[in-house]
Nanobody, 122 residues
């Protein structure tokens, strides 16, 4: 069983950048598509980005395309989410997860980490 641990969140101002990390332990995820999601209070978990096991073909939601970049380092068993030009509406708990069926939604991913809080002040 894989354990995913997110880190890198914090309190920043609008326009700042953050890089989130998702470290996997228990087994390697080199054969899986990994994704990032976020959940704001009172809202559903929202898909942000995913990357294939080869590191190619990243897929983004329209809400973050052009501002967020997903990448992975298989040697470190870590997935990253570079977030630039952050906005107050990006405030949420950010999660990484592993895809187990086709689809870019929360129901298609599993092994959720505990999340990392990102707060963007205006």
């Amino acid at each position: 069983q894989v354990l995913l641990t997110e880190s890198g969140g914090g309190l920043v101002q609008a326009g700042d950048s953050l890089r989130l990390s998702c470290a996997a332990s228990g087994r390697t995820f080199t054969s899986y598509t990994m994704g990032w999601f976020r959940q704001a209070p009172g809202k559903e978990r929202e898909f942000l980005a995913a990357i294939s096991w080869m590191g190619g073909n990243p897929h983004y939601s329209d809400s973050v395309k052009g501002r967020f970049t997903i990448s992975k380092d298989n040697a470190k068993n870590t997935v990253y989410l570079q977030m630039d030009n952050l906005k107050p509406e990006d405030t949420a708990v950010y999660y990484c997860a592993e895809q187990f069926q086709l689809g870019y939604n929360a129901a298609s991913f599993g092994y959720w980490g505990q999340g990392t809080q990102v707060t963007v002040s205006s």
